[in-house]
DNA sequence: AATGAATGAGGATTCATTCAT
DNA sequence: GATGAATGAATCCTCATTCAT
């Protein structure tokens, strides 16, 4: 009987110690042959099971994004009104978790990679269409022009991230309650 | 007696050189030979001139901030009232030039260097700092609370920055305007 | 499974060729690459078996070292008598096998790097002690200040063969038998 | 009106840079560019006196060699009878001005360098020949084979030259007091 | 499935040396 | 005479990737 299921498993594994080694060192420098460490198995069957490096980091922040994405997803579902909603986003946006320095690196680097490698490109685009879809379907209700609302919002939401995780002078929570001033404006 | 006077002129031109083809390929992993080349020299002059390849960068990075910095000094003398300052401020930050893909891949992998790179971190605070500065004084005659709009302003230039770097459904034009209506309801 | 056991064979064969190339060009400045020609790998695998430069260098020191060591070691257990046993460690000090280029040389520029490389001298002294105790060890039955008459052949012997190793008038015969005569006039 | 006398001038600078920059790193792997520095002028101008590397490394050597062999003749004037004389040449071999690093390594490296290249060996040559040479005259009014104890005693001389400069068990004043010991037991 | 073995393709850096002034 | 400028040629080392087993 062969070992059966032994690749999603080893995956998984791969994409968690990519995280973890690009959070430790906090660059995106890091080699295979540390990730594979990290994982407990041979280089190699890292590149067995992702066909390259690149491979492996994208996979890597697709799971960062679908996380993220299931935070919010259940944010909004146990929010309550649209304010409600808007908190939830922007709680998710800038949890606790988001600020590990493997999450930063990961963010950062992802950032940096965009402009030149179309896949990242891809990624992120996804990410800031839902971002924008939820804080529209969010804030109809609340404003006119939910649209605009909704672009000033995720980017005053990404420059707080930015300064949260650039800033040793911006801890997150303040960044949080920078966002939540706007949010309270906006609820009224 | 030998040709003299040499230094600054290859100095700035392996600043511009970097510039270049940072912005060219997008991306950080350029090869100090690239970077020679570009110069039109040998990489054993540029290694000369700079003692090493991360001192190359950080001059590029020095060059870079000072040139933003110059241009909201030129704007802020230039501006007419609060109000005039304020949208000096966010013209300059959010001007043509920082838009090029050699000022944008700068500035993207150079937030993704800071939180390893202590003296990316220091100047990058420089900036932080200046920004502030300047976005308090302009508001202190508007608003109650300077400090905490400033860092709320400040934070959505950013964000709206990352946004038009990073989005093509968001143009530079867009994005400035997205913070020039925040600082209309400011000003009143 | 992979090819196994190659480990010890490569480090082998690189400790071997190191020796080799060291005595074919009669210096220290050979390149990891030469040695790994030599040794018919990749420079890259003597890096991976070896960590650096150095550790190869070290590697054949330590061998030839060994080897020296065994040899005294064989001529001691076959020695017949205080007399025998002396004649033992002159005969295996001055043994032909330290003359050809490849030995000379590793000698020389071991001596040469003594100074300056803390392992490189540990190496030697560990060299040096054990000479030392060896011929204590023989001269005790034979004269009354044991110590010092072992320091003074100890260093009659190296002076002997630094000088079959330069100067051409002095074969290794003939430093031999100079030795001999002062092993001789001391056991009477 | 020309400079005149800077060529010796420059040279002696040089030469006396190199000993002085050997001995301060205790390694041959010294480059043109430090040695000048040491003498106060530039690389280029280096190469302008001595045509290359190699040149300058070979006249810092000559000298070192010249210095000793003026020494060795003074203490042959000075010396009374046969035994004063060799007592005269052990001195010298061993007197504390052998004993800085900088004299060390350059005779260490110089040994190594010996096998290899032919100006090197030819130096030593010179070397060991006048030593032998003053030894024999010394020693033929005391023994019978004054060739053989004279070869012995150089390699008395070097071998504990060679202890006291590698093994930290054994200070100059004590090799010279070994060598010494022998030359008593000649002189009767 | 899994891995040790192996390497090609760089990449930063150093340095002796040359040259124009 | 003197030097800053400039470079070609190396050198060590790293790493993603491939392959035989």
């Given at each position: 009987m062969p070992k059966v299921g032994a690749e999603p498993i080893r995956k998984a594994a791969l994409i968690n110690a990519t995280i973890e080694t690009v959070g430790r060192t906090g660059?995106?420098?890091?080699t295979v042959a540390q990730i594979a460490r990290e994982a407990g198995m041979s280089p190699a069957l890292a590149h067995h099971y992702f066909g390259s490096k690149g491979d492996i980091f994208l996979a890597a922040m697709r799971h960062i994004l679908s996380r993220y994405g299931d935070g919010v997803r259940a944010a909004l579902v146990a929010a309550d009104g649209s304010g409600g909603r808007l908190r939830g986003i922007v709680d998710e946006s800038l949890a606790?978790?988001?600020?590990d320095l493997a999450a930063m690196s990961a963010w950062l680097n992802f950032y940096a990679l965009a402009p030149t490698d179309p896949q990242a490109a891809r990624l992120l685009r996804v990410y800031h269409r839902r971002l924008r879809s939820n804080l529209i379907h969010a804030l109809r209700p609340l404003v006119a022009d939910a649209a605009a609302e909704a672009d000033r919002l995720a980017a005053l939401i990404d420059g707080a991230y930015l300064r949260a995780v650039?800033?040793?002078?911006?801890p997150p929570d303040r960044a949080r309650a920078l966002v939540m001033d706007e949010v309270r404006r906006i609820t009224g």
């Amino acid at each position: 009987m062969p070992k059966v299921g032994a690749e999603p498993i080893r995956k998984a594994a791969l994409i968690n110690a990519t995280i973890e080694t690009v959070g430790r060192t906090g660059s995106l420098d890091v080699t295979v042959a540390q990730i594979a460490r990290e994982a407990g198995m041979s280089p190699a069957l890292a590149h067995h099971y992702f066909g390259s490096k690149g491979d492996i980091f994208l996979a890597a922040m697709r799971h960062i994004l679908s996380r993220y994405g299931d935070g919010v997803r259940a944010a909004l579902v146990a929010a309550d009104g649209s304010g409600g909603r808007l908190r939830g986003i922007v709680d998710e946006s800038l949890a606790g978790g988001n600020f590990d320095l493997a999450a930063m690196s990961a963010w950062l680097n992802f950032y940096a990679l965009a402009p030149t490698d179309p896949q990242a490109a891809r990624l992120l685009r996804v990410y800031h269409r839902r971002l924008r879809s939820n804080l529209i379907h969010a804030l109809r209700p609340l404003v006119a022009d939910a649209a605009a609302e909704a672009d000033r919002l995720a980017a005053l939401i990404d420059g707080a991230y930015l300064r949260a995780v650039l800033d040793p002078d911006m801890p997150p929570d303040r960044a949080r309650a920078l966002v939540m001033d706007e949010v309270r404006r906006i609820t009224g």
